[in-house]
């Protein structure tokens, strides 16, 4: 593949403008004010699958949003790789902190950045990763380097929990059969330190409402009087973690995995600046479980955050009233053996028995999915550690990531495949935040690498 980097030269323009097209469509999947422009965005990635070299283009079905469905089969014998992605991304409020209109891309040149930074809601997660794959495929059909079989799952609900794709798993399990699973939809810990993600962890996401009184009252008439919803509600969830920010929901560590000191060590190699971490954030401390480092809390823990709190009068001016009722969303990322639906039933049980006399306290859960740990000895992993070596000149780190793609125990489960992770989006690039951007070095970067994984996953598997 000694050509890659001189066809990539010669069709950059092309390729990012591609991605900028693609990033101008607002698929926001959780506002059905955007449910045309989801659709719109399916029939753009199915026109460029073809136009990539795909043999089979479909939009499926589903009882929500299209899946794109795509393949070459280049010969049945060969080993199959399943390309996973997402065209619909999150909603991009709060809309006044961008710098520019989250659906009209700009490219910045920063420090970071040199080359420049897409910036774009969806530009890293996951419409320029999940593009990466196209433009990789475009190089290998064009320039006869595709070694194995390919098949492309491109769906249009991951950001509201992937609904219907357990749906579409089960009526097609021969469909997408598959040797592995390839997913871009992560990131690595920097430009010169290429890392894969081994480990997601779970979640369970929740809303809750407090009801007091049958409407909202005189604050004047009625206040000292009558409990207040949204006072109630703060002290409920200010109680969800005790002085050393541990979970207090009962049960809740009972299946927690427990790292041994060797694998804790392990991690604590990876390049991390503390200082650096806070500056980024622009704070002045860290915050989190007791006897934890940053690197542990955000990956190895379980965690229970607000997501969003709400109730009352929150217009322009004065306006006294007690509410009738207030309102939370929250979030619980869970690690290996935690079972999301039954965290969702722990955490009921606890929260509706915290709500005082005078309240109605009602617990909606929304959607989860469970953790998961792929292994560094697996074909897959094998073959992505030599993709990276090749393009980056070094061994990637193995590293387990705070986020959660509940999709990817569902694929084990459904599909008997093990999945590799394989990001290019960094840490700051702000996913789900005001002024995400993607590096253009970064886009390219993983074009360069992912043929490389077909080269070396289809070499050892022969």
């Known amino acids: 593949m000694a050509t890659i980097q001189k066809y990539l030269e010669e069709h950059k323009d092309r390729m990012l403008q591609e991605l900028v097209d693609l990033l101008k469509i607002p698929s926001i999947s959780a506002d059905k004010a955007y449910k045309e422009d989801v659709i719109k965005t399916a029939d753009v990635v199915k026109q460029r699958l073809e136009e990539a070299g795909c043999d089979v283009v479909e939009i499926c079905e589903t009882p929500g949003y299209p899946i794109v469905y795509g393949e070459k089969i280049k010969d049945k014998s060969l080993p199959t790789v399943l390309v996973y992605g997402h065209y619909d991304v999150q909603p991009p409020d709060p809309v006044n902190l961008w710098d520019s209109p989250p659906f009209e891309p700009v490219i910045k040149k920063t420090e970071l950045h040199p080359d420049g930074a897409i910036y774009a809601r969806g530009s890293c997660d996951d419409k320029g990763q999940m593009y990466m794959h196209v433009k990789a495929l475009e190089y290998m059909t064009k320039n006869d380097e595709l070694p194995c079989n390919v098949k492309f799952m491109i769906e249009g609900e991951e950001e509201v929990g992937s609904e219907s794709l357990g749906w579409f798993l089960e009526r097609n399990r021969e469909k997408l059969a598959n040797d592995v699973i390839l997913i871009s939809d992560t990131g690595m810990i920097a430009k010169d330190v290429p890392s894969i993600t081994t480990g997601l962890r779970g979640l369970s996401y929740v809303e809750v409402e407090v009801t007091g009184p049958n409407r909202d009252l005189h604050s004047g008439l009625y206040g000292g009087a009558v409990a207040n919803p949204i006072n109630i509600l703060t002290k409920m969830i200010a109680s969800l973690h005790d002085d050393d920010n541990h979970i207090t929901v009962e049960g809740f560590y009972d299946k927690v995995e427990e790292l041994s000191v060797e694998e804790r060590e392990k991690m604590a ?194």
Request: no cysteine; proline share 6%.
């Open 269 to 462: 190699e990876a390049p991390f600046s503390l200082e650096n971490y806070k500056s980024a954030l622009d704070i002045d401390a860290v915050y989190g479980e007791k006897g934890f480092s940053t690197n542990e809390r955000n990956s190895i823990r379980p965690t229970l955050d607000i997501n969003g709190i709400w109730g009352g009068y929150i217009g322009e001016g004065a306006k006294t009233v007690i509410p009738s009722k207030a309102f939370a969303k929250i979030s619980m990322r869970l690690v290996p053996d935690q079972d999301w639906q039954e965290i969702t039933a722990l955490f009921k049980l606890h929260f509706e028995k915290l709500a005082p006399k005078g309240v109605r306290v009602e617990v909606k859960p929304h959607h989860g999915g469970q953790a998961y740990v792929t292994p560094i000895d697996s074909d897959g992993y094998k073959a992505a550690s030599k993709a990276y070596e090749k393009t980056f000149g070094k061994t990637p780190i193995p590293q387990r990531s705070g986020g959660s793609i509940p999709i990817v125990s569902l694929f084990e489960r459904e599909l008997r495949s093990k999945t590799i992770l394989m990001g290019f989006g960094l840490d700051s690039d702000a996913i789900h935040s005001p002024n995400e951007h993607f590096g253009v070095w970064n886009y390219f970067k993983g074009i360069e690498t992912i043929p490389w994984f077909y080269h070396f996953f289809t070499e050892i598997k022969k």
